[in-house]
């Protein structure tokens, strides 16, 4: 039987074999949320980066630029990291560059896998369909909130696990521990979202609209998939 695992933050990524795994990213406030978005609504392309020079010089090629540190829009950038800046009919067709404090970074460390592909609670359901249709052992790599834990991406790691759990063994303490938090609270996810450390942090910023955006379940059929640096929709 294929094996599931998580992850609960980049620095702990070191202790796990990537090695013909397929790896879900995940970032729920917000970067894979906004990546998600921004395919299932016409984007061309999302390139994330680790640094903003290196988002600034995409730029400087036609990119759209979207970057945050701290939560907030870098003031240079063109938009932000709210998915209803990347949901904007404007920018349907084009490509976008992309770097955050948390999400893009474990991209950056996931390439050592077989597969990367972004989760999120929006396209759920199409995760786990496409988890089941593969063959490998999947890795669930929150992204957690500068190395620490955190709760939104452990949620959606265990929604996973839930959904899985007849067609994955449960590969560790890590995926057993993920599927009990789920159980545990998936009555009402938002509620449990917004009541995250770091929904309470970003809501500082005015954002309450996001994080509640970031909660539904399924709104889009896209599976980005990261293709030569870019992500792409799987077909």
């Known amino acids: 039987m294929k094996k599931i695992d998580v992850c609960y933050s980049p620095e702990l990524i070191n202790q796990f074999d990537l090695t013909d795994r397929c790896i879900v990213v995940i970032d729920i406030l917000r970067a894979t949320s906004c990546m998600v978005a921004g395919l299932g609504s016409g984007v061309e392309s999302i390139t994330p980066v680790a640094t ?50 948390n999400g893009t970074r474990c991209i950056e460390l996931s390439k050592g896998g077989s597969e990367i592909v972004i989760g999120a609670f929006l396209n759920l359901s199409a995760v786990v369909n496409h988890l089941k249709d593969q063959s490998r052992n999947v890795l669930l790599f929150c992204a957690g909130w500068k190395g620490r834990f955190n709760l939104e991406d452990s949620l959606f790691a265990g929604a996973v696990c839930y959904s899985l759990r007849n067609d994955f063994e449960l590969e560790s303490d890590a995926a057993i521990g993920a599927l009990a938090m789920y159980n545990s609270m998936k009555v009402d996810i938002t509620a449990a979202i917004s009541n995250s450390d770091h929904a309470k942090r970003l809501g500082r910023f005015g954002i309450q609209k996001d994080i509640q955006y970031c909660s539904r379940i399924d709104e889009f059929e896209t599976i980005p998939t990261l293709v030569s640096d870019r992500l792409v929709i799987n077909s």
């Open 52 to 101: 903003v020079e290196e988002c600034e010089a995409l730029g400087t090629q036609g990119y759209v630029m979207a970057g945050e540190r701290g939560g907030q829009k870098l003031p240079q950038f063109d938009i932000g990291n709210s998915p209803f800046d990347y949901m904007k009919r404007e920018f349907r067709g084009k490509r976008i560059a992309a770097t955050t404090t």
